[in-house]
């Protein structure tokens, strides 16, 4: 039945689900709509609430109410740096609050209804007592604003593993990433270089070559390395295996082959395990504990799931029962048995992390006004490490997605588990500002995929269509101040995906916060005006503006019709091809009018990207954003939504107009190249945030 012809919760299941965070309705753009009956019953199970009958329901709510009166302190308080923040506490309590550098405040009882506006930025705990009762709750302190970039500036969008080499083993790597970051910056004054998310992947072939549905959000993969330039290179002996990764990235760009991460991998690996035996120097081994002390328990059991998951696969459901919660005494037994393995992916982690950090330092040492955009994905998969490790952080049998709206009547499941709410705040918020503070590291910013996940998620229990999902709130709040803590400490700038259906508020939020959204010329139109074409001078400041994204087609597709060409032959389109094209050529008609009006080509010229890019340069974006592939005029999209193995996503590399793979040095000697250059005025040199302590 679809949830348009569910029949309304009942009043006690509502009250209920609001108690909780649930939305009982949403609206797919034509009006409101009941969220089902069953759907509100599953999602309240995955947050540990019985609601299967009315009986359940009533002693559900009175629990509820119960475990909240009972309360001194909510789990967690996340305030904002220069205001007074209210406390809603029984009259009487004495608050104290013991400072993240040791030092301790305790609250004059008459003031305990707020908590001072001067409180130091960190991670406090709170302590409440009145007469025999106390409760403590985490204190978070955060800066009314994140970083924001240091000027305008543009640069290239990329995904890594398509942009190779001469040097690449089959796929980019993070060596490419410094060259493309030093050549970007120094010979054409970039300011930035943003890449997809270089999260650890599921292990096993085949594997899945999308970069949103990792195994790890907290480390990145291994496959990224550049083994050239691991030091202990010079003192291994790899046999053939550079001829053999030589003969990979021919097969890739002179033979119009697809990347196959898991044939780059299986180099790699054999290739850094003869590494890994060779003696590290005693400043190198120095740097290596330093790293694992650093990282601690995160790190620990992270290695530990990749060698466990060698030997039992990644399903953790599968595994031994004693095996399946991170924190049983059969995993430390476990780890104790695989530690040569363990301490292997110990090390590849760390191996990461330092490219990682030597990218971004080479962006910084071109004058790069950002540097590296790390993008972070929205979820991981629900057979990953974090799916393993953050198991009572997330929520079980739920998957993240999107209703139905105007654009996708059948709405989306993503297939990954979100944050419980709840249990987010019970732990303080730190397993996300974990995976904040490891995105940030080596970032000069981040991006955020579908930024509105930090005020609500759509959730599809197991076993629902998407169309019979609910939203879930999350304490917004509380999210931006994480967030807010974490990018002031790392001096990164924030960007927010924020593309699609966005509730009302959000984007405000959003930029009273100083987080850029995401703003697509295609996209930007005066809804007010019968969707008018948006003059650049009414664009938002506060944005990266771009042409396009992994998810849509290329500008040169857009200017020939190609993408409703391809769509078409993969039984995409929803209306006649006739139609389509229809459309598509009257949004071009459109667009040559509107350059034309501005000034940026002649009433006999054709629409081109230059056109275009110009028209993005001509808004007050703070980021401006050139598709890597759009400056030697590829065609095809990284990424077809809609399909799987119907289309290679996330398997092409580079390539130009006829579809002939490009390396890194001919992007850098393209004609194409030269001229988007050419068009953006240079940046004027980087000022790094100022970087809290840790």
């Known amino acids: 039945m679809p949830a348009e012809d569910s029949p309304a919760p009942p009043p006690e299941l509502v009250a209920l689900a609001h108690a909780y965070g649930v939305d009982s309705t949403y609206d797919p753009g034509s009006g409101p709509v009941p969220v089902a009956p ?5 999602v309240l199970a995955a947050l540990g609430v019985d609601a299967a009958t009315p009986e359940s329901v009533g002693a559900e709510l009175e629990r509820h109410r119960a475990a909240q009166a009972a309360r001194l302190l909510p789990p967690c308080i996340v305030a904002r740096a220069g205001r007074r923040t209210a406390l809603d506490v029984p009259a009487g309590v004495r608050l104290s609050i013991e400072l993240e550098d040791g030092g ?33 709750a985490a204190l978070i302190v955060a800066p009314q604003k994140v970083p924001e970039p240091s000027g305008r500036s543009w640069g290239f969008l990329a995904q890594l593993y398509s942009v190779l080499s001469e040097r690449s083993w089959g796929m980019g790597d993070l060596g490419d990433l410094a060259e493309l970051a030093q ?29 949103y549905r990792p195994s790890s959000r907290r480390f990145a993969d291994p496959v990224h390395l550049r083994i050239e330039a691991v030091p202990e290179y010079a003192y291994a002996e790899l046999g053939d295996l550079p001829r053999r990764a030589a003969a990979l990235r021919g097969e890739v760009l002179r033979h119009d082959g697809l990347i196959d991460r898991d044939a780059v991998w299986a180099l790699k690996r054999q290739a850094l395990e003869i590494l890994h035996t060779v003696p590290r120097g005693v400043g190198r081994e120095a740097a290596y504990r330093a790293f ?19 030997v039992h696969g990644s399903d953790r459901h599968r595994w031994p029962k004693g095996l399946r919660h991170p924190g049983s005494p059969q995993v430390v037994r476990a780890g104790q048995e695989l530690a040569p393995s363990v301490e292997f ?50 929520a079980e049998g739920i998957s993240v997605g999107a209703p139905p709206d105007a654009f996708n009547a059948h709405g989306q499941d993503w297939g990954l588990p979100p944050w419980r709410p709840d249990a987010l705040a019970e732990a303080g918020y730190a397993p996300y500002a974990e995976l904040l503070r490891a995105a940030a590291r080596h970032a000069g910013a981040i991006r955020i995929d579908h930024v509105m996940g930090l005020f609500r998620l759509w959730w599809v229990p197991a076993g629902h269509p998407p169309t019979r999902g609910a939203y879930v709130r999350y304490d917004a709040e509380a999210m931006l101040g994480v967030l807010a803590l974490e990018a002031h400490r790392a001096g990164t700038a924030v960007i927010g995906e924020d593309l699609g259906t966005v509730e009302l508020g959000v984007r405000e939020e959003l930029t009273a916060r100083g987080i850029l959204g995401t703003s697509v010329l295609w996209f930007e139109r005066d809804w007010q005006d019968k969707g008018a074409i948006l003059p650049p001078e009414r664009w938002r400041s506060g944005c990266l503006a771009t042409l396009t994204t992994h998810d849509l087609p ?26 389509e094209q229809a459309e598509a050529a009257a949004e071009l008609t459109e667009w040559h009018a509107e350059l034309i009006r501005a000034g940026l080509i002649g009433a006999g010229e054709d629409l081109t990207p230059e056109a275009l890019y110009g028209f993005l340069l001509a808004t007050p974006a703070d980021l401006v954003g050139v598709w890597l592939p759009d400056t030697v005029g590829d065609p095809r ?47 004027s040199g980087r000022r790094t945030p100022a970087r809290g302590a840790r």
């Open 38 to 42: 069953d759907t509100l019953v599953a």
């Open 183 to 211: 050549w970007a910056g120094n010979e054409l004054g970039a300011g930035f270089v943003q890449i997809n998310p270089l999260h650890a992947g599921l292990p096993g072939a085949p594997s899945d070559p999308s970069p």
């Open 637 to 683: 999209p990284q990424n077809l939504p809609g399909t799987w193995d119907q289309y290679p996503n996330w398997r092409l590399p580079v390539a130009d107009a006829s579809g002939c793979p490009v390396t890194l040095e001919q992007l850098a000697a393209a004609p194409g190249t030269a001229r988007l250059a050419a068009l953006a005025p240079r940046h």
């Open 104 to 136: 301790t405040w305790t609250l004059p009882t008459g003031h305990s209804h707020w908590l001072p506006a001067d409180l130091p930025l960190g991670r406090h705990r709170l302590t409440a007592r009145l007469g025999e009762r106390e409760g403590a």
């Open 292 to 310: 694992v002390a650093r990282e601690g328990e995160w790190l620990e059991q992270y290695a530990t799931w990749c060698a466990l998951a060698e």
């Open 554 to 579: 290329s500008t040169a597709a857009r200017l020939t019709g190609e993408h409703v060409e391809l769509r078409h032959r993969l039984g995409l389109l929803a209306r006649p091809l006739g139609e």
């Open 345 to 394: 992916h110990r090390w590849l982690a760390w191996l990461v992390d330092e490219q990682l950090g030597l990218a971004q330092q080479a962006a910084e040492r071109a004058g790069m006004a950002v540097g590296l955009i790390h993008d972070l994905a929205v979820g991981v998969h629900p057979d990953g490490a974090d799916a393993w490790a953050l198991q009572d952080v997330l």
